[in-house]
T-cell receptor, first 117, second 113 residues
């Protein structure tokens, strides 16, 4: 069984379009995250979402918005796509966040490669 | 603000060697340190998690250590195999902000058969 899944795996779109990436976890975790891996393979946190509390990395443009229909899902919606948005986007989840403990081990999805033309 | 650095950026060794990957971090208030492997075009696989109160964790041929006072973690791989070839990422959680992990840029490891 897949623990953290993302769809689609690949997404190719034109500049200016709006797109969404879906993420689902079946681990019963309370916290979900979105990370961006740029062309140099560097991973950076974008958002974390826990008990309806959204914490945003201040460097993320407001064109990016996470949406959580329920605890098992955290989708990423991107408006007005730009060339610089091309990257691999990873969803992750953990039981909790912000404190030490095995419950905060993060598990990652397979990634969505977004290409903006 | 937490910063994580990994050395070396790339490493190529013959099969069977024992090797050490290094990770350093700037914020000693780290609460978890996690090691991952990433295969080309794939997601991240969690290898080991070390809590702030622990000094090391072991899983099979892998051993990870954590020294908060010096801001360092090491990943020791014993008896390396070609299947160990991947990029190894070190990531620290230190709270605040988006409570996500701060990643290093990784060590690209090649094990020669």
């Amino acid at each position: 069984d897949t623990a953290v899944s993302q769809t689609p795996k690949y997404l190719v779109t034109q500049m200016g379009n709006d797109k969404s990436i879906k993420c689902e976890q079946n681990l019963g975790h309370d916290t979900m995250y979105w990370y961006k891996q740029d062309s140099k393979k560097f991973l950076k946190i974008m958002f974390s979402y826990n008990n309806k509390e959204l914490i945003i990395n201040e460097t993320v443009p407001n064109r990016f918005s996470p949406k959580s229909p329920d605890k098992a899902h955290l989708n990423l919606h991107i408006n007005s796509l730009e060339l610089g948005d091309s990257a691999v986007y990873f969803c992750a989840s953990s039981h909790g966040s912000g404190t030490s403990g095995p419950y905060n081990e993060q598990f990652f999805g397979p990634g969505t490669r977004l290409t903006v033309l | 603000k937490q910063e994580v650095t990994q050395i070396p950026a790339a490493l190529s060794v013959p099969e069977g060697e024992n090797l050490v990957l290094n990770c350093s971090f700037t914020d000693s208030a780290i609460y978890n340190l996690q090691w991952f492997r990433q295969d080309p075009g794939k997601g991240l696989t969690s290898l080991l998690l070390i809590q702030s109160s622990q000094r090391e964790q072991t899983s099979g041929r892998l051993n990870a250590s954590l020294d908060k006072s010096s801001g360092r973690s090491t990943l020791y791989i014993a008896a390396s195999q070609p299947g160990d070839s991947a990029t190894y990422l070190c990531a620290g959680g230190s709270g605040g902000g988006a409570d996500g992990l701060t990643f290093g840029k990784g060590t690209h490891l090649i094990i020669q058969p």
